[in-house]
């Protein structure tokens, strides 16, 4: 029989088995914004603005889709964004997408609020990337850096655009929150979800037992299932450019900020130091109305000098990856679809994800009559609305 995720012709296909699968509130966790969805709407959309233009008869019969970031040759440019709590989503969620990455040699990012132990899926992948969100005090931060540092994790991905808790407002009409509170509606969801129920929530306590968020800080944090365990979502508002300065000369190695879409900002992170930058709005999940990234990719890139620049938010097509490319961006990351890829067919699910976008950049390299990704740049974009 056909494995349903192999029916998926396009990343945009695994939403609509993830809807059937996923528990309700936790659907609406991964697949909303914030307040009108405004942002994640806009986000979706600004593709649409850029059209291509293709120069023809240009021998495309080789085409070489390989990208190096920080010293590692990868076979595509696109990865698998940070993805908080995926292993409640998909069976050991972190574990089964860094095994697809490694797998097809594209980079993985792993989330800081995730529920495996960074140091089990660096075991998986050991060239993924952690992202951090930073905890309160700076002996806090230090104890995480160094931990992250212990288990040889080559790049730090530091987020800085959750300052304070975002309004999501989708979460709260769907009865989401973490950590889960027991109550007959959750209990509902699962028996209205069996596949779910059995296949990964079942089969996580019984492998693992109680998932706890163990990655916000140097020491396990607060379980996912609990009446009275406050999860800690404040605390950063007072963080400071000098805080990544402090992070700055205690990491030793590549350090890369997400997040970033004031030109401003890339300024401050070439001075102090940072190698990459992820041009970002989050997948429009904190500030509703926020600009979509790629209407200021091209003054990022300008101001960022030597840096290397990143990209995520609404990336769902192989076309949308070749306007990021040529508008100046090194890759780029996707999250929410390779999230439902795992809930219907774990690693095996995000392997297909992943080769039908790096199939569509491919073909779209051949379209444009562009041998390798070296040979994007603007003439073969223009922006028509």
């Not at 697949?31 to 986000?43: F, K, M, Y």
């Not at 010293?71 to 964004?81: E, F, L, S, T």
């Not at 999230?339 to 699910?349: K, L, M, T």
Request: aromatic letters at 8%; proline letters at 5%; a positive charge.
């Amino acid at each position: 029989m056909r494995k349903q995720f192999e029916r998926c012709l396009s990343l945009n296909d695994f939403e609509k088995y993830a809807v059937k699968r996923l528990p309700h509130p936790l659907y609406a966790y991964v697949s909303g914004g914030v307040e009108d969805n405004l942002a994640l709407q806009h986000t979706l959309r600004s593709y649409a603005r850029f059209s291509l233009i293709p120069e023809n008869m240009v021998d495309v019969s080789h085409r070489n889709t390989e990208v190096e970031l920080f010293g590692h040759h990868y076979a595509a440019p696109v990865g698998i964004a940070p993805m908080g709590i995926s292993a409640i989503t998909g069976f050991q969620g972190d574990i089964a997408l860094a095994r697809a990455a490694a797998e097809k040699n594209v980079p993985f990012i792993m989330s800081g609020s995730s529920l495996i132990r960074l140091e089990d899926v660096a075991t998986a992948n050991p060239n993924m990337w952690f992202q951090a969100y930073l905890p309160k005090t700076l002996a806090e931060i230090d104890a995480l850096i160094d931990r992250v540092q212990r288990a040889a994790i080559p790049v730090l991905v530091v987020t800085v655009d959750t300052p304070v808790k975002a309004n999501r407002e989708n979460n709260v009409r769907a009865g989401f929150a973490t950590p889960f509170r027991p109550s007959l509606a959750l209990a509902w969801q699962g028996l209205t979800h069996p596949r779910w129920l059995t296949g990964t929530l079942i089969k996580t306590l019984l492998t693992s037992g109680m998932p706890y968020f163990e990655n916000n800080n140097a020491v396990r944090g607060a379980p996912l299932f609990s009446k009275n365990a406050v999860r800690d979502f404040s605390g950063r508002s007072h963080l400071t450019w000098q805080h990544i300065e402090h992070i700055r000369q205690r990491w030793p190695g590549t350090m890369v900020i997400k997040g970033i879409l004031s030109r401003n900002d890339a300024v401050r992170c070439k001075t102090i130091g940072i190698d990459g930058i992820v041009v970002s709005n989050h997948g429009g999940r904190q500030l509703d109305t926020v600009i979509p990234p790629i209407y200021v990719l091209p003054e990022i890139v300008e101001a960022a000098g030597n840096m290397t620049v990143m990209f995520d938010s609404g990336i769902r097509r192989g076309t949308d990856v070749i306007k990021a490319l040529a508008l100046g961006a090194k890759s780029c990351f996707v999250g929410r679809p390779f999230n439902y890829a795992c809930a219907v067919g774990g690693s095996a699910g995000v392997s297909w994800a992943l080769d039908l976008i790096i199939n569509e950049v491919s073909r779209d390299l051949g379209m444009l009559g562009a041998p390798s990704l070296a040979d994007l740049n603007l003439r073969h974009l223009r922006q028509t609305e």
